[in-house]
């Protein structure tokens, strides 16, 4: 149910904005209000971490919103909850699963994916386990009905694109620089046709991120052919500054989140910059 | 169901779970180990840089004092000749000559105790490459004299403050430098753990332990061993002796792992022991972790044991029981070094005195008869050690 609901939302527009959060970040209680927020002020996709305590494919501000949500006590069965109260709050939004390969191996592929699936989750991307050792489970997400995303990179080869997209029946998630989650390189021209180019490879939705943290890396995203562009770091960079400066204030965090969001959508434009009188 | 590993697989582990983003250098790495390292070129001067940078062969020494304590006839392969104190060294030659025939212009690698550390720093002043070291700020503080030697051979060493700031947080933050990197940076895996081709190339890389053994055994005892025994943590110096004996039946291969406080304590590294297999730095091995996956952190005097998962190649050689693991707890391992030291006039790393202590108890324990002939791992030398020798020394008021 929920993967045809993320095609659907594919189909209906061409310029999507996800936030990424992790499960349970702070506390679960504040994560499904944090997911409601960001759906009202226009996320149309959630991407939504498992927390871990070695996420080797991420940044250092994600790998403390792992920390954050596993020291409020948020295990895999506290994040699947948090996911369906998510998705009791936001119904008509699909949900991309973010999780390591050992908490989907220690739990079973199986019972995993079923979980996921009633849970509400529309797709799953395993970052560590790369196309050639994830037929199984592939196989097992399509008996479930849960969606394949299958990570592409910088230095993936034209060939192997097209292999990914073949796997990928959600999207293919494109890391659009070479390294981590949240660097902060500007990379505005190489990005734009790192895009270009995997999307002529690639006959999939695609989805963009790793460090999109301006209104005009997303544009550039979108302008270059992806559907979809993530922020992660860049909001929960927010998310971790409003828990330091105003602990205990949740109208405060909410605002700053959404604001920082807002400011990304592509709708929104920024005031013109005022040439300086030189 | 049980999950197979598709690429460089040792029965139902090791495999190359890593993100794709790593996937282009793993297979270039691989394809390497595939065309030049088994090439003549390359095995010459990998041996060459072995015999006259290395210091090989090293010796097989007899300890019969040693001997008479364990009741066996014990023989030490001396490792801790090796340049740079550690058989690390043999494994970062080659890496460090492979990086170079790749192109690349930077090394990057973990260390837990510094032996690695200190190896990838004395090859990249050697060979010209510039060297960052990722090195968790605990062992930082417990091998300081390591952190010294890598500085002054000019590598940059990085201090990691996440979770438990030792050996797995260091391997997390070189993996991601080497994300970041790849063009021009090769990640000079420091033991036969992490993703395929790695478990295998390390190996390889080490086997000149098991080889130069087997032929020592011959010529100086005039048989064949009962047993090998090494310590493991990641397990390369036990792989790379092992290697040398794989075909030989009769030899029997025992690995110490680090039991820490006492399994039943929760605090040890004893993971052939007490762990289950699941996914940990790209391949699939036994590991501590909790029931949801979460990967537990490991717990040992030795900082180069220290770590909450294994070689795959040993987690298939527990399950096809070719060779048997068992736990050493800290106490023994230190009693172990004093044992050696005042015996033999060798100083141990406490990373080797865990097969030492192995060895001493191996008759009581039924591992091996009285009598028996049996080579053990001296994986390192225990200068960096000091600190923590000193402050546990027998009958010393501190």
């Not at chain 2, 291969?253 to 289950?276: N, V």
């Amino acid at each position: 149910m929920s993967l045809a609901r993320l095609h659907e939302v594919l189909c209906q527009s061409r310029q999507h904005v996800s936030p990424f959060l992790m499960l349970g970040d702070p506390t679960p209680d504040v994560c499904v209000a944090l997911c409601r927020e960001l759906v009202a002020a226009g996320a149309s996709m959630l991407e939504l971490g498992l927390p871990y305590a070695d996420p080797s494919a991420d940044g250092p501000v994600v790998q403390a919103a792992g920390m954050r949500a596993r020291k409020a006590g948020v295990s895999t069965d506290e994040a699947l909850q948090t996911l369906a109260r998510v998705r009791a709050a936001c119904p008509d939004t699909p949900c991309n699963l973010l999780v390591y390969g050992n908490l989907v191996h220690a739990r079973g592929y199986a019972r995993f994916c079923a979980d996921a699936v009633a849970a509400g989750a529309s797709s799953l991307l395993v970052p560590d386990i790369p196309l050639e050792e994830g037929a199984v489970l592939r196989r097992i997400c399509r008996e479930h009905g849960l969606g394949n995303v299958l990570l592409a990179g910088p230095r993936t080869p034209n060939k192997r694109l097209a292999a990914i997209a073949a796997e990928s029946d959600a999207f293919v998630y494109l890391a659009g620089h070479q390294g981590i989650t949240g660097a902060n390189a500007n990379m505005a021209e190489c990005r734009a046709a790192l895009v270009a180019r995997v999307r002529r490879y690639i006959d999939v939705p695609m989805c963009v991120g790793f460090g999109l943290s301006s209104p005009q890396h997303i544009q550039e995203v979108h302008g270059a052919g992806a559907e979809v562009a993530v922020v992660g770091s860049h909001l929960l960079r927010v998310l971790s500054h409003a828990l330091q400066e105003h602990p205990g204030d949740l109208a405060h965090l909410l605002a700053a989140v959404r604001t920082a969001f807002q400011q990304l959508l592509p709708a929104f434009r920024q005031p013109k910059e005022i040439p300086s009188c030189s | 169901m049980s999950v197979i590993p598709q690429v460089g697989a040792f029965g139902a582990y090791g495999g190359r779970y890593a993100p794709e983003l790593l996937w282009h250098a793993l297979a270039e790495l691989a394809d390497a180990h595939r065309r030049i390292v088994p090439s003549p070129e390359f095995q010459r001067a990998f041996r060459r840089e072995l015999r006259t940078w290395g210091g090989r062969p090293t010796p097989l020494t007899e300890v019969p004092s040693f001997s008479a304590l364990a009741r066996l006839r014990v023989w030490l392969k001396r490792e801790d000749l090796l340049h740079g104190g550690a058989h690390k060294t043999n494994n970062v030659i080659g890496q460090a000559l492979l990086a170079k025939r790749l192109g690349k212009r930077r090394l990057v690698a973990e260390t837990g105790a510094g032996q690695h550390g200190v190896a990838t720093a004395m090859a990249g002043a050697r060979h010209g490459l510039p060297v960052t070291i990722y090195m968790g700020a605990r062992d930082m503080e417990r091998q300081a004299s390591n952190v010294a030697r890598m500085k002054l051979c000019g590598a940059e060493v990085i201090p990691v403050t996440t979770g438990a700031a030792t050996l797995k947080e260091a391997i997390d933050d070189a993996l991601r430098d080497w994300a970041a990197t790849v063009d021009d940076t090769h990640y000079v895996l420091g033991t036969v753990c992490g993703p395929d081709p790695f478990p295998a190339l390390v190996r390889d890389l080490q086997a000149v332990i098991g080889r130069e053994a087997r032929a020592q055994c011959l010529r100086q005892i005039g048989e064949l061993p009962a047993a090998a025994m090494a310590c493991v943590g990641g397990g390369s110096n036990a792989i790379g002796l092992f290697s040398g004996f794989v075909d030989d039946d009769q030899v029997k291969f025992f690995g110490a792992e680090p039991g820490g406080s006492g399994i039943a304590s929760g605090r040890h590294g004893a993971t052939l022991c007490a762990g289950t297999p699941g996914l940990l730095h790209g391949a699939r091995s036994y590991m501590l972790q909790d029931k949801h996956g979460q990967v537990l952190d490991s717990h040992s005097v030795a900082a180069g044991l220290d770590y909450p998962a294994v070689g795959p190649e040993h987690s298939f050689l527990k399950d096809s029981g070719r060779a048997e693991y068992r736990a050493v707890c800290d106490d023994a391992a230190l009693a172990a070094v004093t044992t050696l030291t005042r015996s033999e006039g060798i100083l141990p790393a406490i990373e080797s005195a865990h097969a030492l202590a192995l060895c001493l108890t191996a008759v009581d324990d039924g591992l091996l008869n009285e009598g028996d002939c049996v080579v053990v791992n001296l994986s390192g030398r225990g200068d960096k050690d000091l600190p923590t020798l000193l402050a546990n020394l027998p009958g010393e008021e501190s």
